[in-house]
């Protein structure tokens, strides 16, 4: 038996991973630790999104080969994007890496631990799967509350985005057994969790489709937020090209379904969505806004948005911020672009915007949409939202905080409340972040 350190990085279907990853050991009789100095194995799981976080991985095994000097036995795997972007490669870059696996592989992680430990030698397993969900296996809940948990619904995209890595990385999409989804979320609902966020890269295009039985997303939303009104359901990521009204109606006809819906728009131009193979335009996205607005009026609407594509132009670039002006995201997700290998961006386009004007563009969509949460939360005061509570306020024992529907943080006084439980709460004052209120007496 040896004890397994894991370390997460990039989005939260790796923090999923990692619970499945974690299962998996455990099931070979391995034993989790939150010590890395009593760790035998380290695990990275890492991620490849952008360079910068494949830097900030690189960074981390240069201060781990100091731990490794005093701690002779001690092994780091590298998991994850980056490990299926450069597989073995890996390992001659960083020696003291001794195995690789990539996201569809982690049924084959305890063997490759006996391998490595009892002959030395490294090892990598990077095949990617058509059929692999884990679909049968039970995370193990890391780092959790107890009160909101993550599950895997799909795996894998292959929209084939011009500048994204992960169709590399994550291979085709998979969709997940409903009836296993549905188990999983009632088990956590009867533990006493009160929140499940579905995940997937592209949920909206989930599709099960076997055995005489179709499911579609909004089906499966309809089933898991039937288990219990006392359940919220929240999702991510949606793809603007697959947000059907019916998905919006299923929302509509279920008040425990969040009231928040991350759509990302990546730009305001048509031309740079059409080079970046986003298959939409400006148009398609505002009238899917719209019906957001229709059937949802108090939805909360976030946003993933990059600055500085190929060959975008001053004027171009302004069509964002004009999309950030109409559409008023509550919060946005915003970052320079940075060329990844084998994308199409790095076969056939240019990174042609210099770094200097790449970081102004990002600063002044980060200015506006700090100006325009903040225009949006200053709405919300004299208001009264259901709070789910999550736990201590960062700043004083004595507030606690929790999110409503709309995922806003709220930070209240605690009296006599604990975490986990729905308290009705009237936001009094705001920041861009965060509401203030009171408990409604
Ligand atoms: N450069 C910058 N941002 C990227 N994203 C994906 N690939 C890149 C890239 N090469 C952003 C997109 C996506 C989010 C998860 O990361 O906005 O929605
Ligand atoms: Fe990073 Fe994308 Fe992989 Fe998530 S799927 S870990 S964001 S590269």
Redesign the pocket.
């Known amino acids: 038996m040896s004890k397994i350190y894991i370390e997460t990085y990039g989005?939260q279907m790796n923090f999923a991973d990692s619970e499945i990853i974690a299962s998996l050991m455990n099931e070979a009789g391995h034993e989790m630790t939150t010590e890395i100095e009593q760790a035998d194995y380290v695990l990275i799981n890492t991620c490849a999104?952008?360079d910068n976080a494949e830097q900030r991985i690189r960074k981390r095994l240069r201060e781990l080969r100091a731990m490794q000097q005093r701690h002779a036995g001690l092994r780091i795997g590298i998991l994850g994007c980056m490990a299926e972007r450069l597989q073995s490669q890996l390992m001659v870059e960083e020696e003291n890496v001794s195995f690789v696996v990539g996201p569809d592989a982690y049924r084959r992680l305890p063997a490759m631990l006996e391998q490595v430990r009892q002959q030395g030698v490294k090892a990598a397993e990077t095949e990617l799967s058509t059929t692999e969900t884990y679909d049968d296996i039970e995370p193990v809940r890391l780092n959790s509350n107890g009160i909101s948990a993550y599950i895997s619904i799909m795996r894998g995209c292959q929209n084939y985005?011009a500048?994204?890595?992960?169709p590399y990385t994550r291979g085709r999409e998979r969709s997940r057994n409903p009836h296993t989804i549905v188990t999983e979320a009632q088990h956590l609902f009867e533990m006493g969790y009160k929140e499940v966020t579905l995940l997937g890269q592209n949920v909206n295009s989930y599709c099960w489709a076997q055995d005489d039985e179709n499911v579609d997303f909004p089906e499966l939303m309809r089933w898991v937020a039937e288990i219990s009104p006392l359940l919220r359901v929240r999702f991510a990521?949606s793809h603007p090209k697959d947000l059907s009204d019916k998905l919006l109606e299923v929302m509509a006809a279920h008040s425990n379904i969040c009231r928040c819906i991350h759509l990302?728009v990546?730009s305001g131009s048509d031309r740079m969505l059409k080079l970046m193979n986003r298959h939409y335009d400006s148009a398609w996205y505002l009238d899917r806004i719209a019906a957001i607005r229709r059937y949802l009026p108090d939805c909360s609407i976030t946003t993933?948005?990059?600055a500085g594509f190929c060959s975008e132009t001053e004027e171009e670039h302004q069509m964002t911020l004009d999309m950030f002006r109409k559409v008023r995201y509550d919060y946005a997700?915003m970052?320079?672009?940075?060329?990844?290998p084998n994308?199409y961006?790095e076969k056939h386009l240019q990174d042609d915007i210099p770094e200097a004007e790449k970081t102004r563009r990002l600063e002044e969509i980060i200015a506006l949409q700090g100006q325009i949460a903040l225009e949006n939360n200053k709405k919300e005061v004299g208001k009264t939202f259901e709070v789910l509570v999550e736990g201590e306020s960062h700043r004083s024992k004595k507030q606690l905080f929790g999110r409503n529907s709309q995922n806003k943080v709220i930070v209240f006084d605690r009296e006599d409340v604990q975490p986990g439980q729905y308290v009705q709460v009237t936001v009094t004052d705001c920041t861009a972040a965060t509401l203030i209120g009171r408990l409604k007496q």
């Not at 500048?163 to 992960?166: E, L, M, T, W």
């Open positions: 989005c999104i952008r985005c500048y994204c890595v992960v990521t990302p990546q993933d948005v990059i997700y970052f320079k672009f940075s060329l990844r994308t961006a």
